[in-house]
């Protein structure tokens, strides 16, 4: 027993856990992100700008009562606000490349929070999730594989190496100090941005000069328990999801009698395919199995993490009804972040199969100094 606990700390201390899982996590929501904020780039003033129904006071007050973080309430210029997203916009693209992933996680978690809470009402349910799970993934090792930081370390022996880190982080140390003297920024978010910025000002040093010291890997052992707590939360979360959904639409009559399907699907907002969604609303059977089905595999999908074929099976029926969600009923976004939170539990073998199988593309592969293809990333054991 005591050997069996010795082993367990030892892995939960000695590595980052599910570093594919993490690295899929964070393309995901962050490539949902940027489809969203690109799609309605020209709506972006009336969502969360100046020219929103939800008006500057109606924000101020409602941030006044609950104490919640945008950097937007900073500013009510239109310059401040098109700055804002910009810097939405670009740190959301080099999160999916993985560039200097951390101070990127960091911006990323800034903006999806800056918006969401500026506009309260504008989502469809998927903003809540990229809303959670941008915090999240700050805590998160998730450029270990499939990011521009791993090719760096590959190539010059650290992901830290260059200037562009550093720089980086003193501008946004800056900003966080602006935001705190300026009392801009509670309490609470004062520390924590402080706290993230000499955590990461101490590793780059140690990383620096002391790379195979004492100090860099009691760093290493903090990271990864940083790390594996983060995804552990993740999991749950998403359990969380689905449980509380499945139970709550049980309680329902519709969903009890099988026909909770068929509403959505006559209502013309939720209907960019009329005849498709026609079609299936037609059948009386495939609703009741539609919707008995979708209850059944929420509440299940918890109780399955003990077994790992019957999770996988129910893994990819999920998708396959968050995808049949996007088509149906034109909620591409919210589809978009389940899916990402759904690959979480993904097989380890499958996602370094698919990996093995882009990195063999002639535009995927990675040189190194000597112009030799770099070798493939190390499986990690199932």
Same mark, same amino acid.
């Given at each position: 027993?005591?050997?069996?606990?010795?082993?367990?700390?030892?892995?939960?201390?000695?590595?980052?856990?599910?570093?594919?899982?993490?690295?899929?996590?964070?393309?995901?929501?962050?490539?949902?992100?940027?489809?969203?904020?690109?799609?309605?780039?020209? /709506?972006?003033?009336?969502?969360?700008?100046?020219?929103?129904?939800?008006?500057?006071?109606?924000?101020?007050?409602?941030?006044?009562?609950?104490?919640?973080?945008?950097?937007?309430?900073?500013?009510?210029?239109?310059?401040?606000?098109?700055?804002?997203?910009?810097?939405?916009?670009?740190?959301?693209?080099?999160?999916?490349?993985?560039?200097?992933?951390?101070?990127?996680?960091?911006?990323?978690?800034?903006?999806?929070?800056?918006?969401? /809470?500026?506009?309260?009402?504008?989502?469809?349910?998927?903003?809540?999730?990229?809303?959670?799970?941008?915090?999240?993934?700050?805590?998160?090792?998730?450029?270990?594989?499939?990011?521009?930081? @791993?090719?760096?370390?590959?190539?010059?022996?650290?992901?830290?190496?260059?200037?562009?880190?550093?720089?980086?982080?003193?501008?946004?140390?800056?900003?966080?100090?602006?935001?705190?003297?300026?009392?801009?920024?509670?309490?609470?978010?004062?520390?924590?941005?402080?706290?993230?910025? @000499?955590?990461?000002?101490?590793?780059?040093?140690?990383?620096?000069?002391?790379?195979?010291?004492?100090?860099?890997?009691?760093?290493?052992?903090?990271?990864?328990?940083?790390?594996?707590?983060?995804?552990?939360?993740?999991?749950?979360?998403?359990?969380?999801?689905?449980? &509380?959904?499945?139970?709550?639409?049980?309680?329902?009559?519709?969903?009890?009698?099988?026909?909770?399907?068929?509403?959505?699907?006559?209502?013309?907002?939720?209907?960019?395919?009329?005849?498709?969604?026609?079609?299936?609303?037609?059948?009386?059977?495939?609703?009741?199995?539609?919707?008995?089905?979708?209850?059944?595999?929420?509440?299940?999908?918890?109780?399955?993490?003990? /077994?790992?074929?019957?999770?996988?099976?129910?893994?990819?029926?999920?998708?396959?009804?968050?995808?049949?969600?996007?088509?149906?009923?034109?909620?591409?976004?919210?589809?978009?972040?389940?899916? @990402?939170?759904?690959?979480?539990?993904?097989? &380890?073998?499958?996602?370094?199969?698919?990996?093995?199988?882009?990195?063999?593309?002639?535009?995927?592969?990675?040189?190194?100094?000597?112009?030799?293809?770099?070798?493939?990333? @190390?499986?990690?054991?199932?």
């Amino acid at each position: 027993m005591r050997r069996a606990s010795a082993q367990a700390l030892a892995q939960v201390t000695g590595q980052a856990l599910g570093a594919y899982q993490s690295a899929v996590v964070r393309i995901g929501f962050a490539g949902t992100w940027l489809f969203f904020l690109l799609r309605e780039f020209p /709506n972006r003033h009336e969502l969360y700008g100046p020219d929103g129904p939800w008006s500057w006071r109606l924000a101020e007050r409602l941030i006044a009562s609950n104490d919640a973080f945008t950097v937007l309430m900073w500013s009510d210029s239109t310059l401040w606000f098109e700055t804002v997203y910009a810097v939405c916009l670009l740190a959301s693209a080099l999160l999916v490349l993985g560039w200097r992933t951390r101070a990127m996680s960091v911006l990323f978690m800034v903006g999806v929070l800056s918006l969401q /809470n500026r506009s309260v009402f504008m989502g469809d349910g998927g903003d809540n999730v990229i809303h959670l799970m941008a915090l999240y993934l700050v805590l998160t090792r998730c450029a270990r594989v499939w990011s521009l930081d @791993a090719r760096r370390a590959r190539l010059r022996g650290s992901a830290s190496a260059g200037a562009a880190g550093p720089l980086l982080w003193g501008v946004l140390g800056a900003v966080f100090a602006y935001g705190a003297a300026s009392g801009h920024l509670g309490t609470g978010w004062t520390v924590a941005f402080a706290a993230l910025w @000499a955590g990461t000002a101490l590793w780059w040093t140690a990383d620096r000069y002391e790379p195979e010291g004492e100090r860099r890997a009691t760093l290493d052992v903090l990271a990864n328990l940083l790390h594996n707590a983060g995804m552990l939360v993740i999991m749950a979360e998403v359990c969380l999801i689905y449980a &509380t959904a499945g139970w709550y639409k049980i309680q329902g009559s519709r969903w009890q009698d099988g026909t909770a399907l068929y509403y959505p699907l006559r209502l013309d907002y939720f209907a960019p395919w009329p005849a498709l969604s026609e079609l299936l609303a037609g059948s009386g059977l495939l609703v009741m199995l539609l919707t008995y089905g979708t209850v059944a595999v929420q509440v299940a999908f918890p109780f399955t993490l003990f /077994n790992r074929r019957v999770k996988n099976v129910l893994l990819a029926v999920m998708m396959l009804e968050h995808a049949g969600i996007a088509v149906l009923l034109g909620l591409p976004f919210f589809s978009l972040a389940m899916i @990402a939170a759904d690959a979480v539990f993904l097989p &380890t073998g499958l996602l370094v199969w698919v990996g093995v199988r882009v990195a063999a593309l002639r535009f995927f592969r990675v040189r190194d100094p000597r112009g030799l293809p770099a070798a493939e990333p @190390a499986a990690v054991p199932r």
